[in-house]
């Protein structure tokens, strides 16, 4: 019998304790915690031709540091390896992957035909002695080959754990370069792990909270290009933008897609008010959904579009109500010691991120949907603006140091409060918004 040990915490965290007779599948329930990671092996893949050996080593480097990432997989190192994967189609010597205490092994092979790459890859259960899923590939070109790479991952993390992946995927946020007192913020694109950056804006003026589409093919965000903060809009595949909402006298900000991405939802600050109001991309018309005598910011939908999560100080500080999707009377979710901000409803529907400030402390947080269970899974001087992976399993965040410099980064970590990972940038990097996973 095998047991399987994993670290992927869940709202309630998670056993992966699939004990199962010799030829039955692998399989993980998600229940409760328990903090071991799964031993896995990944060899290099075998090339098929001299000409694909370097992606072949690559493809498979970047599978295991999407796995071992995750925080629920533990690499075996290759020092430790008694056999060898010299073909892709030769038996496995399961002995010799258990002596090392293997519990699931990936295999794959790498071809090359002009610049289209084909990876074919396999994941054994290395107790079981048996294959999970077989005949799986990918192809693309050699400029993707780090797409493949995500794509094998996902698959296995998926097959092991039952849940959607996530490591396929881009996200959006702003690039932060210079002195304090004269910090130049553009927006930039990038793999979800910091790699192939791409810059979307140039540094002209400053921008704000960008926000991905339902299809991760265009990006919202606030600029201040003309000195008032408005709402623009930017296709990403062609880096073509324009500005959406422009009202004379007001300010637009914290702009949100709806889920069907026919609709956007922000903040319009006027005489000295600021309501939530939502606008039909296409034909440009505005309906508000609120009109209290205080500020209504940070709106974000629920999965399936029926409600609006935001953060209000009509309660005389900042804490985060409910409400329908079409206005109306809110609900307050948020009870705890301090002030609450920046909710972002997850894409599984069952939690809320915030930011939470107290007694001098920025904290990244989950709730329940009626506010119960909140847990705080950072602390430190400056953490806020949480974005959810696509599969709701991971928090990624803005933290900025203390300090004369006051430098923003990027951190992530899983919904459990471990495996807490800076997210490499170039430069510093604030206000992240996490793709759907890619097509």
């Given at each position: 019998?095998?047991?399987?040990?994993?670290?992927?915490?869940?709202?309630?965290?998670?056993?992966?304790?699939?004990?199962?007779?010799?030829?039955?599948?692998?399989?993980?329930?998600?229940?409760?915690?328990?903090?071991?990671?799964?031993?896995?092996?990944?060899?290099?893949?075998?090339?098929?031709?001299?000409?694909?050996?370097?992606?072949?080593?690559?493809?498979?480097?970047?599978?295991?540091?999407?796995?071992?990432?995750?925080?629920?997989?533990?690499?075996?190192?290759?020092?430790?390896?008694?056999?060898?994967?010299?073909?892709?189609?030769?038996?496995?010597?399961?002995?010799?992957?258990?002596?090392?205490?293997?519990?699931?092994?990936?295999?794959?092979?790498?071809?090359?035909?002009?610049?289209r790459l084909t990876v074919r890859f396999r994941l054994w259960d290395v107790f079981a002695g048996t294959e999970l899923g077989s005949g799986l590939q990918f192809a693309g070109t050699t400029d993707g080959w780090r797409r493949m790479a995500h794509k094998v991952a996902d698959a296995v993390y998926s097959r092991i754990t039952g849940e959607g992946g996530y490591f396929d995927s881009r996200v959006v946020f702003v690039s932060e370069s210079g002195p304090k007192d004269q910090r130049r913020k553009r927006l930039a694109i990038m793999d979800y792990d910091g790699a192939n950056v791409q810059y979307l804006t140039d540094s002209s003026s400053i921008v704000l909270a960008p926000r991905f589409s339902p299809t991760g093919d265009r990006v919202l965000y606030t600029s201040y290009q003309g000195g008032f903060p408005r709402i623009h809009i930017l296709d990403v595949g062609r880096v073509e933008q324009r500005v959406l909402q422009s009202q004379e006298g007001t300010m637009s900000f914290a702009p949100r897609f709806s889920p069907d991405g026919q609709t956007v939802l922000f903040s319009l600050s006027q005489g000295g008010n600021t309501d939530l109001y939502t606008m039909n991309i296409a034909s440009g018309q505005s309906a508000r959904l609120t009109s209290a005598p205080s500020i209504e910011t940070a709106p974000s939908y629920s999965p399936d579009g029926s409600r609006i999560v935001f953060e209000s100080d009509r309660s005389g500080t900042p804490q985060l109500y409910i409400m329908s999707a079409s206005g109306g009377e809110a609900q307050r979710i948020s009870f705890g010691q301090g002030r609450y901000g920046t909710p972002v409803w997850s894409p599984r529907g069952d939690l809320i991120a915030f930011t939470k400030q107290n007694k001098g402390r920025f904290h990244i947080g989950v709730m329940r949907t009626d506010g119960s269970e909140e847990r705080l899974l950072t602390a430190s001087f400056l953490d806020e603006g949480p974005t959810w992976s696509p599969n709701g399993r991971v928090i990624m965040f803005t933290r900025e140091t203390q300090g004369a410099d006051g430098r923003a980064s990027l951190y992530s970590v899983d919904i459990s409060g471990r495996n807490l990972r800076p997210v490499r940038t170039p430069d510093g990097g604030s206000d992240p918004t996490w793709s759907p996973l890619l097509e």
């Open positions: 019998m095998i047991r399987f040990l994993t670290s992927l915490l869940v709202g309630a965290t998670l056993l992966a304790a699939p004990v199962h007779a010799q030829n039955q599948p692998l399989r993980i329930t998600i229940d409760e915690g328990i903090i071991e990671p799964l031993p896995l092996a990944v060899p290099n893949f075998v090339p098929d031709g001299a000409a694909a050996t370097e992606y072949a080593a690559q493809i498979a480097r970047v599978v295991a540091a999407d796995l071992t990432g995750s925080g629920l997989f533990r690499e075996i190192p290759s020092t430790a390896y008694i056999s060898q994967v010299t073909s892709f189609d030769a038996p496995v010597q399961f002995a010799d992957w258990k002596a090392i205490n293997a519990q699931a092994l990936v295999t794959g092979s790498v071809s090359l035909s002009g610049d």
